[in-house]
């Protein structure tokens, strides 16, 4: 069994962050930290943040979707957090025997020039019955070691205009327990009291004041009462600031630390200038073309969007009993499973901060749920450029080559390896027709053979139907080899 795949329910449910700006933290640094409260905090969208209270004779508590009593030391190479009461990632049965995954560790390591730190978290799979490890791994982030009391100032300007909260909502859904996260809708009024909207348009009257560098909330909802406490990581001139929330409430089953963009919403809506073009974030990329048609990374399947009469737009999901995820039915046997809602709320020159929101079955043809909240920033691109090759597309996908008269498909997708990894690999002709392992090396796809052939495909010129590449063996160039065209399978010639 490999753990990574029981992180997905948790990774998933990570708010969006953007990069943090660096801040040297070296060897010496870390050693010379004697007591504090602390956030390790990533810098890319789906790395963990977690609270540290370090005290003095090596002990302390931990929070993060729980919390735990610690013990932390000094190493030789950095700080090593261990937990009390290890973190449940996940609990599944397999044949009849229940297993856990949990975090039992954390180490801190300065990362290369000291301008930021890695720190890894260190992961297990006990079964339960016996309560013996089956299973250890850890997994490496960057990111930062952010001192409370050293983090940002808070705006005189609260009081003014509506804000959005980052995941101050939090439900469980469906019979998994699915874990949801919702930004909210707030208003501060200059008298410390503020009225928020949650996701299913209940409203919560607040009380708020600041403290130094923490901007406190406290309400009541559904007869829990919660306080969050908000600190600055980043502020954004003219947008608000990115934030990491500490929650407390009367329950004890949601998850205590939460992150992402606390904005001010400005007076916008979407339209044709500022909808059209490649979105972009990382490797996240979303293409809104002016015939209504949207395609995500290129190569998933297409949909079809719209304007709604409150100046956001509007995409669904549309299942067909046979085919699967379409573009458009062919029939009257299609049903929506997913709704989406964009809502711009800030920009920037060409960054978007944009309210995403979704509605979805958990079962086929069940009834919506909210699936989530939250505010993303993308680029916006006004060419819809392919600069090369990405594994955030070619990660579960089918591209059908043609050259000359020969057209056969091509697969390509991230498989298991018996060592509990996964590698890329791909296909010719049917899925189960592996070739070999690929990868993607300056934008360039490199597609190895079982006799240790590599053969080199490079784009040339693309549009949202097809690539155009050139193909040649390693050690050359385009012209050494031929050319072809990958076309994609995003159901696209559905739409008329």
Not at 22 to 46: C, D, R, V, W
Not at 347 to 370: A, K, M
Request: net charge neutral; glycine share 8%.
């Amino acid at each position: 069994m490999s753990i990574a795949r029981f992180l997905i329910p948790l990774v998933g449910s990570l708010i969006l962050i953007m990069a943090f700006n660096t801040k040297a933290m070296t060897l010496s640094e870390l050693h010379q930290i004697k007591k504090g409260k602390f956030f390790l905090a990533g810098n890319t969208p789906y790395e963990p943040v977690v609270s540290l209270a370090l005290k003095t004779r090596g002990t302390g508590e931990y929070k993060s979707t729980s919390s735990s009593e610690l013990q932390w030391r000094k190493t030789a190479d950095g700080l090593q957090v261990s937990l009390q009461s290890p973190e449940v990632i996940w609990e599944f049965n397999e044949q009849g025997t229940l297993f856990r995954a949990e975090t039992y560790q954390w180490s801190v390591h300065p990362k290369g020039s000291g301008e930021e730190v890695t720190y890894i978290q260190h992961m297990r799979v006990v079964r339960l019955d016996t309560m013996e490890v089956v299973e250890t791994e850890q997994q490496s982030f960057s990111g930062l070691l952010l001192s409370a009391k050293a983090m940002g100032e808070w705006p005189t300007d609260m009081a003014e205009g509506v804000w959005s909260l980052p995941a101050v909502d939090h439900v469980y859904q469906g019979e998994d327990s699915v874990s949801v996260f919702g930004d909210v809708e707030a208003r501060f009024f200059a008298d410390g009291r503020g009225e928020m909207t949650h996701y299913d348009n209940s409203t919560s009257r607040f009380k708020w004041r600041i403290r130094g560098n923490r901007l406190s909330l406290t309400y009541w909802h559904k007869g829990v009462k919660k306080k969050f406490a908000f600190r600055i990581v980043e502020s954004i001139k003219g947008i608000g600031q990115r934030v990491i929330a500490t929650l407390q409430d009367t329950d004890g089953s949601a998850p205590l630390l939460r992150t992402g963009f606390m904005v001010k919403q400005q007076d916008l809506q979407f339209n044709y200038d500022n909808t059209i073009g490649a979105w972009r974030s990382g490797d996240i990329r979303y293409d809104y073309y002016e015939d209504h048609i949207h395609i995500p990374n290129l190569a998933f399947p297409a949909s079809t969007w719209t304007f709604n009469q409150n100046g956001e737009i509007e995409r669904q999901k549309i299942i067909h009993p046979e085919l699967g995820t379409v573009a458009v039915c062919p029939d009257d046997t299609c049903y929506v499973s997913c709704v989406f809602k964009m809502k711009l709320l800030a920009r920037d020159d060409n960054t978007l901060y944009i309210s995403f929101s979704s509605d979805s079955e958990l079962v086929p043809r069940g009834p919506h749920v909210f699936m989530g909240k939250a505010v993303k920033p993308f680029q916006l691109d006004k060419q819809h450029s392919v600069s090369g090759f990405n594994y955030s597309w070619l990660n579960q996908t089918t591209l059908t080559v043609k050259s000359g008269d020969k057209s056969e498909p091509y697969f390509f997708t991230l498989m298991p390896t018996a060592n509990g990894g996964s590698e890329y690999f791909y296909s010719k002709g049917t899925p189960r027709n592996v070739q070999g392992p690929f990868s993607v090396v300056d934008g360039k796809l490199h597609l190895s053979a079982t006799d240790g052939a590599v053969q080199v495909v490079e784009i040339v010129d693309a549009n949202r139907k097809a690539l155009s590449v050139c193909r040649y063996p390693l050690g050359s160039q385009c012209g050494a080899g031929d050319e072809a065209t990958m076309v994609f399978h995003h159901g696209l010639e559905q739409i008329k």
